[in-house]
């Protein structure tokens, strides 16, 4: 398996620009989620999708931002209008559903995409 | 909300072992984690422990667990340059979907 994969892995835009980002998670995983890093506030949970559906977007700081995930292999999150305090490491990261000790409970993370916003 | 807190460095010598300590209040924690950022890359998961073993030990790692005082830490004997990079520590408490994350030990191995 590839492993989750994230695009794009660098993005550099503009104040006020739309900004999407993509995520495939691995196949036969049923619970895919949206993190932000920065060094001030380290890793924030964002949001997460179970078969698709989203369960707890309370990380999400506000309208600005928002999260879709239309099948099982394709995810985005998107801001709109970006703001420089958005710049941050977005990592998307997927896991399955298995019995204790089982690999498939494990959390798999993406490469993450660097924003910047100018 | 349960937090998790580890410190924030930790510099040692190739070739001696390392230690990273992390404390978390979540009482029901099922399942604790060690998860290596290198630069520029996603979070790479290393091990895990069940809430219901006091240790587990994979090739150079030994994760010890401390129900008790809810302290986790990592060894690494023999620790190389390679191994520098940031080490988080997360728990999964009962009934949850996820994990919380400490904000991460920066280890910083030299020759």
């Known amino acids: 398996d590839a492993g989750v994969i994230q695009s794009p892995r660098h993005e550099v835009t503009e104040m006020g620009q739309e900004v999407t980002l993509r995520c495939k998670p691995i196949?036969?995983?049923?619970?895919l989620f949206w993190y932000r890093q920065t060094m001030m506030r380290g890793l924030e949970l964002l949001i997460y999708f179970n078969n698709n559906v989203p369960i707890d977007d309370s990380g999400m700081p506000e309208d600005r931002f928002s999260a879709k995930m239309p099948n099982a292999s394709f995810s985005t999150l998107k801001i709109q209008p970006s703001e420089p305090r958005d710049s941050a490491v977005y990592f998307c990261?997927?896991?399955?559903?298995?019995?204790?000790?089982?690999?498939?409970?494990?959390?798999?993370f993406g490469a993450g995409s660097r924003l910047t916003v100018l | 909300g349960e937090d998790v807190e580890q410190s924030l460095f930790l510099s040692v010598r190739e070739g001696d072992s390392s230690v990273i300590n992390c404390t978390y209040t979540d009482s029901s924690s099922t399942y604790l984690y060690w998860y290596k950022q290198e630069p520029g890359a996603g979070l790479q998961l290393l091990t895990y422990?069940?809430?219901?073993?006091d240790m587990k030990q994979d090739q150079r790692l030994t994760v010890l667990l401390n129900k008790k005082d809810k302290h986790l830490s990592l060894r690494i004997a023999d620790t190389q340059t390679g191994d520098s990079a940031i080490y988080f520590c997360?728990?999964?408490?009962?009934?949850?979907?996820?994990?919380?994350f400490g904000k991460g030990t920066m280890l910083l191995v030299s020759p």
């Open positions: 990261a997927s896991r399955g559903t298995g019995g204790a000790g089982s690999g498939a409970n494990v959390l798999t």
């Open positions: 422990i069940f809430s219901n073993m």
């Open positions: 196949s036969g995983h049923d619970y």
């Open positions: 997360a728990e999964r408490g009962s009934g949850y979907s996820t994990l919380t």
